[in-house]
């Protein structure tokens, strides 16, 4: 759909220059999703692999951050072998919905309600990043927090329009709570893609 050189505005990687490829395509329908224009894969022109890369080999980072839509509705062996190829480390952005495919270096899971993620994401997962948008995200999130590796970083990002209501009730837990991180979309904070 689009590529872009940016600040990785959430997670973990927050604040690491990256490489966003962002592929089209999605069918969770979360309501709340902030890249609805991606849903439709065809609305996008292609570009082959060798295109992408190339593209952002003209960056000096070397993370490329893939995401979408939901990039795992694509085979993505091949794209992350090229980007290896050209020294990329390679991250995903997933609602873990599909079977996983390609070699990551690190895999973000934000499992969704309106389209499970697969255990075998679950357990690929480095962080695990639930959106709140209500008080009972909490326990939703717990569940995951459960399928999981141990090792696995545990976020808690705020629904964007949300953020007011939700921020108060998300510091507290995470007092109460201190396994899990806060994750806030910091691109949206700074102006950045
Ligand atoms: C647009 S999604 C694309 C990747 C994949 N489909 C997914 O949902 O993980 C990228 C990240 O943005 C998060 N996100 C989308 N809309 C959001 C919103 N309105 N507020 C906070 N996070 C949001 C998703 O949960 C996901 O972690
Ligand atoms: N700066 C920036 N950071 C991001 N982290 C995850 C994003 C995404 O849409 O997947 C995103 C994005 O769209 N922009
Ligand atoms: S899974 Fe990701 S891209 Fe798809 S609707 Fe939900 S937030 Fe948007
Ligand atoms: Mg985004």
């Not at 759909?1 to 069918?27: K, S, V």
């Not at 000096?60 to 990039?71: C, K, M």
């Not at 953020?163 to 108060?168: D, S």
Request: net charge negative.
């Amino acid at each position: 759909m689009e590529a872009f050189y940016t600040i990785q505005g959430e997670g973990r990687y927050q604040g690491t220059a990256a490489y966003f490829i962002r592929l089209g395509g999605c069918d969770v329908g979360c309501h709340w999703c902030d890249v609805k224009e991606s849903w439709d894969a065809e609305a996008h022109p292609q570009q082959s692999i060798e295109e992408i890369v190339e593209q952002a080999s003209k960056y000096p980072s070397r993370v490329a951050v893939i995401t979408g839509g939901e990039p795992l509705m694509h085979n993505l062996d091949a794209l992350c072998e090229a980007l290896h190829l050209q020294g990329f480390r390679t991250h995903l952005e997933t609602s873990g919905a599909y079977p996983l495919t390609g070699h990551w270096d690190w895999v973000c899971l934000s499992p969704k309600k309106f389209k499970k993620p697969l255990a075998e994401v679950c357990q690929a997962a480095d962080e695990l990043k639930v959106v709140i948008y209500n008080k009972f995200d909490f326990e939703w999130a717990e569940s995951y927090s459960q399928q999981v590796g141990k090792d696995c970083t545990l976020l808690l990002q705020p629904e964007w329009d949300r953020t007011e209501l939700m921020l108060p009730l998300m510091i507290s837990y995470i007092k109460q709570h201190p396994q899990w991180r806060m994750s806030l979309q910091m691109h949206k904070y700074i102006n950045v893609p």
